[in-house]
């Protein structure tokens, strides 16, 4: 990864034409798909504090540099709770799905399949189909602006039990039935928050009614849940895709499966150094171990702004800790797209597109050779 120590801003940004690229750089233009990304974890601060201010809710600090502070899981949590919680109109949900495409379109990011998680909100008494219906309309618009797509998936919060989990799901399956707008961008149910303690087992009926309904399944699970119930989640719930499935590493046998079964795994290398403090530095990830056994494994950010991530970041920090070359990590691109949710056309066709960025790019790249020149006197 020599190219990485070019010191920043030393070359034109890649849409510049043929300047020569770091690693990074290439990595950051090259199309790219994010699977697992909950787009309440993407608020800039700064509109955290906005929003805060016009709703009269209190925030710990207005420091926007010193909001997104805490020191476990758990402690991420509540402060995700607390963003949530500044949203509080129809508009501010359409507001945050605007941002966060944005800010992900200047990191490359073409398609994202986007978790947001009402729990909060409905039990606060916000009606679904608004906070569905001021999300798309962000999305939307975003999208005119950048030409980047989102999809969404509700997920069930954990924490506030199966029945509400249920009333969720046939909350959506009506607003489905309806063709209220903007519900045509829900492509599945999830779930998220604390696994700690919780049987996944006991979002069944969930998951059940979710599938009738004919939405996609995935699941948080094996963030910090033994690899048991990331089986239960498959097996019992009948999850398509697994969100983080770090722990299924600890189960030989389960791997195998998954990998046979080419089981999407949606992995956050930084988020799980970062939030769940799960192993020390980014060279300590069992990401590498995951791709060798032949699991799909993809990468993604979780709550890039809570970490102060982007994709591009996630994708070059991953290439430096492993040595990955630029085609390991088009690889791992394309399989964001085997592991998504798109049509067979549209995977194709976003296939086609990253090849050909990719075929563009590479010849600009950086090597260790062009990044140090000789100086000329010797
Ligand atoms: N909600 C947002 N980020 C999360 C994470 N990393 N784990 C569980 N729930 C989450
Ligand atoms: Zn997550």
């Not at 495409?101 to 189909?129: C, I, M, Q």
């Not at 890039?304 to 994708?315: I, K």
């Amino acid at each position: 990864m020599s190219g990485d120590r070019v010191p920043p801003g030393a070359f034109p940004r890649p849409e510049d034409g043929e300047a020569p690229l770091t690693l990074a750089a290439a990595l950051d233009a090259l199309p790219k798909v994010e699977l697992h990304c909950h787009v309440e974890g993407t608020m800039r601060p700064a509109t955290v504090v906005e929003l805060a201010t016009r709703a009269g809710i209190p925030l710990p600090t207005t420091d926007v540099t010193e909001l997104y502070s805490y020191g476990s899981l758990d402690e991420f949590l509540s402060v995700f709770w607390l963003v949530q919680s500044t949203l509080t109109t129809r508009d501010d949900w359409a507001r945050l799905g605007y941002e966060s495409v944005l800010d992900a379109a200047a990191h490359g990011r073409v398609y994202a399949e986007l978790f947001f998680t009402p729990a909060r909100h409905l039990a606060a008494g916000s009606a679904l189909g608004d906070i569905v219906a001021g999300l798309a309309e962000g999305l939307a618009a975003a999208e005119a602006e950048t030409g980047s797509v989102a999809m969404l998936i509700a997920d069930i919060d954990r924490a506030f039990g199966p029945s509400a989990g249920v009333a969720m799901v046939d909350e959506l399956g009506r607003l489905r039935r309806a063709g209220t707008p903007g519900v045509e961008r829900v492509l599945g149910v999830g779930m998220d928050s604390t696994e700690l303690g919780v049987d996944p087992a006991s979002f069944t009926d969930a998951y059940r009614l979710a599938a009738r309904h004919g939405f996609r399944l995935t699941g948080h699970q094996g963030e910090n849940s033994p690899p048991s119930a990331i089986a239960t989640l498959v097996d019992a719930l009948g999850a398509q895709r697994v969100d983080h499935g770090l722990s299924l590493v600890d189960d030989p046998e389960l791997v195998t499966r998954f990998a046979a079964e080419r089981i999407g795994l949606t992995v956050c290398p930084n988020s799980n150094i970062r939030i769940a403090n799960a192993f020390p530095a980014l060279a300590d990830h069992p990401f590498p171990a995951m791709r060798a056994a032949g699991l799909l494994a993809t990468l993604n950010t979780d709550d890039p702004a809570l970490t102060d991530l982007d994709l591009g970041y996630e994708y070059a920090s991953v290439a430096a800790a492993f040595d990955y070359s630029f085609d390991d990590m088009v690889a791992i691109a394309l399989d964001g797209v085997t592991a998504s949710w798109l049509p067979a056309d549209d995977a194709r066709a976003l296939r086609t597109r990253i090849h050909t960025t990719a075929d563009a790019l590479r010849p600009r790249l950086l090597t260790a050779l062009t990044a140090y020149p000789e100086h000329p006197e010797g």
